[in-house]
Nanobody, 117 residues
Framework: QVDVVESGGGSVQPGGSLTLLCAAS????????MGWYRQDPGKQREMVAE???????TYADSVKGRFIISRDNEKSTVTLQMNSLNSEATSVYYC???????????WGPGTQVTVSK
């Protein structure tokens, strides 16, 4: 069992920045991929950014050049630095952890990000 917890959400004005942090904890687990997703009411959850254990990153087109994902393998944490935020970034952000077997994955409870004047 792996516990996943997000933090760092909140409210910010357009053009501002926010950093999300996700921490995974448990016993004897190896992480393959770590990622951030977001979901609006009535819509499907969508990938925002993902980072593999070797450091390869993937971003949604809508956030390329503005968001940066990074991970600390020793601490089992993943960070999403969000810059130049606009109202479209308003959503609930979820952290996803994929274990080394490429099958098991875990989600955090989500953290709200609101971008408004």
């Amino acid at each position: 069992q792996v516990d996943v917890v997000e933090s760092g959400g909140g409210s910010v004005q357009p053009g501002g920045s926010l950093t999300l942090l996700c921490a995974a904890s448990g016993s004897s687990f190896r992480i393959s991929a770590m990622g951030w997703y977001r979901q609006d009411p009535g819509k499907q959850r969508e990938m925002v950014a993902e980072i593999l254990i070797a450091g390869k990153t993937t971003y949604a087109d809508s956030v390329k050049g503005r968001f940066i994902i990074s991970r600390d393998n020793e601490k089992s944490t993943v960070t999403l630095q969000m810059n130049s935020l606009n109202s479209e970034a308003t959503s609930v952000y979820y952290c996803n952890i994929v274990l080394g077997n490429e099958v098991d994955n875990y989600w955090g409870p989500g953290t709200q990000v609101t971008v408004s004047k």
